[in-house]
């Protein structure tokens, strides 16, 4: 079956550690996003990546990175910088981004990854 | 600062009654205009978008755009329990970079 696998479901995060959030696809996808959601807000979106090595920020990548060496994955680490990161993570995947039509450039989402700070 | 601006509800309706979400944003440069329906603690999935102003229909779903207005909203026929959800509306500029609205929570009532 094609789709986007996160993982973990939950994750837990001691003070001053840093935590990786996997994000995989098998949909031959271009494009790749990690978003933040939070109770009673939009999606915010953190990084992107169009291709293979480049990544672009988003509105909110302090205290994240991100690495994108394979098409299919584009895990996310949240650095002990990011001081609030208890939160909804989704990663997304797209066709294509910013050009052509636009069927092409809808996002699938993964199941999420549910962080939590102990 | 772009924006996208949904009423946050609850918004209750009758089962087979007629529902209606709506949706304002301030950049007129927006382009296309995705409807997302998300479950309770789940992932958000792809109703239908919408780039042209007028109505679109697919199935029991119907989006209307326009764009003079800066407003999108989205039908719902035949209300189901099932379609109880978060309804999130994202507005996309000419390179597809999202802004998402906080989501309008519908419940429909047996």
């Known amino acids: 079956d094609g789709g986007i696998t996160q993982s973990p479901k939950y994750l837990f995060r001691k003070e001053g550690q840093n935590v990786t959030l996997s994000c995989e696809q098998n949909?031959?996808?271009?494009?790749m996003y990690w978003y933040r959601q939070d109770p009673g807000q939009g999606l915010r979106l953190i990084y992107y990546?169009?291709?293979?090595?480049?990544?672009q920020k988003g509105d909110i990548a302090e205290g994240y990175s991100v690495s994108r060496e394979k098409k299919e994955s584009f895990p996310l680490t949240v650095t002990s910088a990011q001081k609030n990161p208890t939160a909804f993570y989704l990663c997304?995947?797209?066709?294509?981004?910013?050009?052509?039509?636009?069927?092409?450039?809808?996002?699938?989402f993964g199941a999420g990854t549910r962080l939590s700070v102990l | 600062q772009k924006e996208v601006e949904q009423n946050s509800g609850p918004l209750s309706v009758p089962e087979g009654a007629i529902a209606s979400l709506n949706c304002t944003y301030s950049?007129?440069?927006?382009?296309?205009f995705f409807w997302y329906r998300q479950y309770s603690g789940k992932s958000p999935e792809l109703i239908m978008f919408i780039y042209s102003n007028g109505d679109k229909e697919d199935g029991r779903f119907t989006a209307q755009l326009n764009k003079a207005s800066q407003y999108v909203s989205l039908l719902i026929r035949d209300s189901q329990p099932s379609d109880s959800a978060t309804y999130l509306c994202?507005?996309?500029?000419?390179?597809?970079?999202?802004?998402w609205g906080a989501g309008t929570k519908l419940i429909i009532k047996p």
């Open positions: 997304a995947s797209s066709p294509e981004r910013g050009r052509g039509e636009i069927a092409k450039n809808i996002q699938y």
């Open positions: 949909l031959n996808h271009d494009a």
């Open positions: 950049d007129r440069g927006s382009q296309s």
């Open positions: 994202a507005a996309a500029d000419s390179n597809y970079q999202l802004i």
């Open positions: 990546s169009q291709i293979v090595n480049d990544f």
